[in-house]
């Protein structure tokens, strides 16, 4: 049996450490990429949910899910929409259909 060397300076083994590697070890590669991160914000900055978020911007939910969690990246103008909710978040009162 392997033991890493936390285990190894406490002289035990640590189930909890163990299970916490064996997740990370399976997270690895994940990358957030600047997308992801603007999309949240510009959602976050509204305060809205993201139902109500992808109804504003006349996208399906599950698409705004895939673009916050990094599935696919939003095309370029949906990118330009939410530069601009950053900064003036009180814009999405202009999108109501």
């Known amino acids: 049996m392997w033991i890493n060397p936390i285990e190894l300076d406490a002289g035990e083994t640590i189930p909890e450490l163990r299970q916490a ?5 399976t997270m ?16 976050e900055r509204t305060g809205l949910t993201q139902a ?4 504003r ?5 599950a698409t705004l899910r895939d673009w916050e969690q990094g599935r696919f990246t ?3 103008g949906v990118l330009c929409l939410l ?3 950053v ?3 009180d814009l999405t009162n202009e999108l109501v259909n």
């Not at 690895?28 to 959602?43: D, F, N, Y």
């Not at 109500?52 to 109804?55: D, N």
């Not at 911007?57 to 939910?61: G, H, K």
Request: proline letters at 13%; aromatic letters at 2%; a positive charge.
């Open 87 to 89: 900064n003036h978040p």
């Open 52 to 55: 109500l978020f992808a109804r």
């Open 74 to 76: 939003p095309p370029g």
């Open 28 to 43: 690895q590669g994940h990358i957030t990429t600047p997308e992801q991160i603007l999309v949240r914000q510009a959602r």
């Open 83 to 85: 530069r601009l909710l």
């Open 21 to 25: 590697l064996a997740e990370a070890q």
């Open 57 to 61: 911007i006349s996208t399906p939910v």
